[in-house]
């Protein structure tokens, strides 16, 4: 009974894991997408700053648009969660359904 609850477990982890990297994916995916789509002039700006940063998202750092100094500073969880969720469905949307480039 153990070695079976075990191995369910590990299944359930596995496939949780294998779903979260899929949608990793696409995210970076559509990003990459869409900076190359922007003018020369910023799609070099933003991979400047992507080469000081993880490439794992893509440029979902980008498509956040996080404020700067005290506005971010101040900035409740609850705030950067809703601000990280419109900007995956906005993605998510644009990758599903074709869209403008954002002006990031």
């Known amino acids: 009974m153990h070695n ?5 477990t590990s299944a359930v982890a596995s496939m949780l894991t294998k779903t979260a990297q899929y949608y990793i ?3 970076r995916e559509e ?6 789509f922007m003018n020369m002039q910023r799609r070099c700006e933003l991979q400047a700053l992507m080469s000081e940063t993880c490439d794992y998202w893509g440029y979902f ?11 971010f500073d ?6 950067a969660t809703a601000r990280e969720w419109n900007a995956i469905e906005q993605i998510f949307r644009r990758a ?7 002006p990031y």
């Open 4 to 8: 079976t609850f075990s191995c369910i």
């Open 25 to 27: 994916s696409i995210i």
């Open 31 to 36: 990003t990459n997408r869409t900076v190359g």
């Open 61 to 71: 750092w980008a498509e956040l648009a996080y404020p700067k100094g005290a506005v």
């Open 74 to 79: 101040n900035m409740t969880i609850a705030e």
């Open 96 to 102: 599903l359904e074709g869209g403008a480039v954002p």
